[in-house]
């Protein structure tokens, strides 16, 4: 979500000034009774108004790494998390670099090729046919 403008700040603390309860100027603008009263008491505390800088959460742990991290998969694709951790020499955790991987757009294999060519394993047998359970 977006920071309000400065223009609807200033149009919201000229009404509040003027007299108008939070509610009535909240409605007239749409914003919540809330921030009206936040604004107001932000004023007075610190005399700022304007919109603080946004923090969009923390920075990702491999973002100087990616270049790096997609040379060593395109060097060696068959290299496991395990590996592109070891060569990356970075402390972050396997799912960390296994979303890394895929925010690059690169697959990892969950199993070789043997384990997926193979036989199917246990496929469960057919329950018998009435007519072939023997009589007792």
């Known amino acids: ?3 309000y403008s400065q223009d609807l700040r200033d149009r919201v603390l000229r009404d509040s000034d003027a007299g108008l309860l939070a509610e009535v100027v909240a409605e007239k603008y ?3 009774p809330a921030w009206v009263r ?4 932000r004023r007075r505390e610190t005399g700022e108004v304007g919109p603080r800088a946004q923090r969009y959460g923390p920075h990702p742990m491999l973002a100087p790494h990616l270049t790096t991290l997609a040379r060593l998969i395109q060097a060696r694709p068959d290299r496991t998390l395990i590996e592109l951790k070891d060569a990356l020499g970075t402390a972050a955790s396997l799912p960390t670099i296994w979303r890394a991987v895929t925010a690059l ?3 990892v294999k ?8 193979g036989p199917p394993r246990h496929r469960g047998r057919a329950a018998p046919v009435a007519d072939d ?3 007792d």
């Open 38 to 41: 936040r604004l107001k008491q």
């Open 133 to 135: 359970r023997p009589d």
């Open 30 to 32: 749409h914003v919540s």
């Open 1 to 3: 979500m977006r920071a």
């Open 105 to 107: 757009g690169f697959t």
């Open 110 to 117: 969950k199993n070789g090729t043997r384990v997926r060519t």
